[in-house]
């Protein structure tokens, strides 16, 4: 592999499952982590769990460029005739089938496929181009890692995919669910918007998790900048009034991880006083927005975008994905029934982004959309800190909601 590829893969990778985190709208619901009406304990001991009673049948899909994956057909043991299928979209990055998770913890896609075949239905997931096995294993090709119009592809990609899994003869082409995470809510919009430029059946329905509602510019100053002045406002203002004492800011580095210390301490201060060059009033204070945010917005360097440092890597990715249609701006196109699914905590797609879709799909005349946005919950749909997120598995209430979404929509 090249350098510049290795760089590239790295740098996707620190953006896969990213794109690397109240009020309900009328006809929405909010929610929290609500049990079975029969109980946790009843509920799982009459569950069978993991892959028992599923079939896994290991398939290969041609995705043209000298590109053929690998993928994987589950369907419960047993079922007759044609199935309802759900295809399954990654986040940004180059994920494998399962969308395993960065230092081993979890897998995005597992337990969502074990679920919705549970429900009697047919899920599809596969490796993204460039990526040989899971873990992700990835290649040493830099044309297949890196392909040009990378995003553009991305969706050709998933196109190919659901075309396979619409000629399969244990799938209903006419009952082909899309479900994306992160990136993936971006590509499932775009087809569902016009599936007869990809040449794909008219989706059945569509789930997004973690919701690029929102410009991709927009969405990484969040990610690079904007989540510093938040957990600066959130962790260290403890009387609010937007500004920090040395006092405060020696406090609020207390207990953070060392990479946010060496971050966030040179802005604030100077040995037990507050950084002269950064209280540039000079009145003793850090106004958190006015002057600690004038110092880290420059040093993220987010005003050159699309160059911005650390990032270069994915000058052509965020470019390109910048000529397509938002989640915000393409779903109210789709006139099916759509689940939208945010975590309250998510500081790489706001949970205000996904209730702007979720109402833009409601302005469009389409009666059969939902929304749920839950406390406590980040970007890979977990209970975690919000400031200092951990990888996991989507939270249980959040497999629950799926699985009930689609039985509903069998």
């Known amino acids: 592999m090249t350098t510049s590829a290795t760089s590239k893969t790295k740098n996707r990778r620190r953006l896969a499952v990213a794109l690397t985190a109240a009020a309900v709208l009328a006809g929405s619901v909010g929610v929290a982590h609500a049990e079975p009406a029969a109980g946790p304990a009843l509920a799982a001991a009459a569950q069978p769990v993991g892959w028992a009673g599923i079939v896994r049948e290991q398939v290969r899909i041609d995705f043209g460029k ?3 994956t690998q993928a994987e057909l589950t369907y419960p043991r047993g079922a007759r005739g044609r199935l309802p299928l759900v295809v399954m979209l990654h986040g940004s990055g180059h994920n494998d ?6 230092e081993g913890k979890g897998a995005t896609f597992v337990p969502l496929a074990q679920a919705a075949s ?17 873990g992700p294993v990835e290649s040493t090709d830099p044309a297949q890692l890196n392909p040009k119009n990378p995003y553009a592809q991305i969706q050709r990609d998933a196109a190919s995919a659901i075309r396979f899994g619409a000629a399969s003869p244990k799938v209903d082409p006419s009952r082909i669910f899309l479900l994306g995470h992160s990136e993936g809510t971006n590509v499932a919009a775009n087809l569902a918007a016009d599936p007869k430029a990809y040449g794909i059946p008219k989706p059945a329905g569509v789930i997004a998790m973690g919701v690029v509602g929102q410009d991709i510019k927009e969405l990484l100053t969040l990610q690079l900048f904007g989540r510093m002045l938040l957990q600066l406002h959130d962790e260290f203002d403890v009387d609010a009034d937007g500004s920090l004492t040395a006092t405060e800011a020696a406090d609020g580095l207390i207990g953070q991880p060392t990479e946010v210390a060496a971050q966030i301490r040179p802005v604030l201060l100077d040995g037990r006083k507050v950084r002269a060059s950064t209280d540039t009033n000079g009145d003793g204070r850090i106004a958190i927005d006015a002057e600690a945010g004038t110092v880290l917005r420059k040093a993220t360097g987010i005003d050159n975008y699309p160059d911005v440092p650390g990032l270069e890597g994915l000058r052509d990715y965020v470019e390109d994905i910048a000529r397509f249609p938002t989640v915000t701006e393409a779903l109210p196109r789709f006139t099916g029934p759509t689940l939208l699914l945010n975590g309250e905590n998510d500081l790489q797609t706001p949970a205000r982004v996904a209730r702007t879709a979720d ?3 409601a302005a469009a005349g389409n009666k059969d959309h939902k929304i749920i946005v839950y406390p406590g919950m980040a970007h890979t749909m977990n209970i975690t800190p919000k400031f200092v997120p951990e990888f996991g598995d989507p939270d249980r209430q959040v497999v629950t909601d799926i699985r009930a979404w689609l039985r509903s929509h069998h």
């Open 359 to 361: 109402a833009a799909v």
């Open 118 to 134: 549970r429900e009697g239905f047919a899920t599809l997931r596969f490796n993204k181009r460039g990526v040989t096995g899971v």
């Open 66 to 68: 000298g590109w053929v």
């Open 97 to 102: 089938m399962n969308q395993t998770l960065p």
